[in-house]
T-cell receptor, first 116, second 114 residues
Framework: AQKITQTQPGMFVQEKEAVTLDCTYDTSDPSYGLFWYKQPSSGEMIFLIYQGSYDQQNATEGRYSLNFQKARKSANLVISASQLGDSAMYFCAMREENTGRRALTFGSGTRLQVQP | DSGVTQTPKHLITATGQRVTLRCSPRSGDLSVYWYQQSLDQGLQFLIQYYNGEERAKGNILERFSAQQFPDLHSELNLSSLELGDSALYFC?????????????FGPGTRLLVL
């Protein structure tokens, strides 16, 4: 069964610094996708970045990049130049592509607080 | 704004009651997913519809049901509500086709059962 693990319940970072949020996953499906979502205190889930298991390069979207290490089954989110507005919960999620079930499995999340 | 709409935003009801949550997917999206976010269970997949047909079931209770209508909006029905059903219920939508497609989430419906 697929599983996502986020071991950092909470993280602090200084404004303008970079921060890495950890995510490890477990799956036997060779084709899978990894996603990161941001959930601010207002509650909505905002898609940040996607990495496919066959992608050769790490995904990047603006200040977000995904450090994908397939052999270690990790998909860490790196946020560069942190801003106060980055304070939120961050969820790592995975979807196995060969099962026919397209739903996401989420980790428990990491609460990031950016300090001025 | 993800383009996915959910109503109502907040719902307060009593144990034993029945409620209906509504979701309109993004224009062009055929798949709708329902997720429940609670403090003790985290984010859990409930059910998926694709173009009006049930596609996959997750941890959905028998007291809960859903459907997707011809105009592709979806409704999640929760009945015989219990205190533990209090949660944030999300609808997400996607095109429903390619590998790697992204699910976009609505703002959620916050349900409080008293």
């Amino acid at each position: 069964a697929q599983k996502i693990t986020q071991t950092q319940p909470g993280m602090f970072v200084q404004e303008k610094e970079a921060v890495t949020l950890d995510c490890t996953y477990d799956t036997s499906d060779p084709s899978y996708g990894l996603f990161w979502y941001k959930q601010p205190s207002s509650g909505e889930m905002i898609f940040l970045i996607y990495q496919g298991s066959y992608d050769q390069q790490n995904a990047t979207e603006g200040r977000y990049s995904l450090n994908f290490q397939k052999a270690r089954k990790s998909a860490n989110l790196v946020i560069s130049a942190s801003q106060l507005g980055d304070s939120a919960m961050y969820f790592c999620a995975m979807r196995e592509e060969n099962t026919g079930r397209r739903a996401l499995t989420f980790g428990s999340g990491t609460r990031l607080q950016v300090q001025p | 704004d993800s383009g996915v709409t959910q109503t109502p935003k907040h719902l307060i009801t009593a144990t034993g009651q029945r409620v209906t949550l509504r979701c309109s997917p993004r224009s062009g999206d055929l798949s709708v997913y329902w997720y429940q976010q609670s403090l003790d269970q985290g984010l859990q997949f409930l059910i998926q519809y694709y173009n009006g047909e049930e596609r996959a079931k997750g941890n959905i209770l028998e007291r809960f049901s859903a459907q997707q209508f011809p105009d592709l909006h979806s409704e999640l029905n929760l009945s015989s509500l219990e205190l533990g059903d209090s949660a944030l219920y999300f609808c997400a939508s996607s095109v429903g086709g390619p590998v790697g497609e992204t699910q976009y989430f609505g703002p959620g419906t916050r349900l409080l059962v008293l």
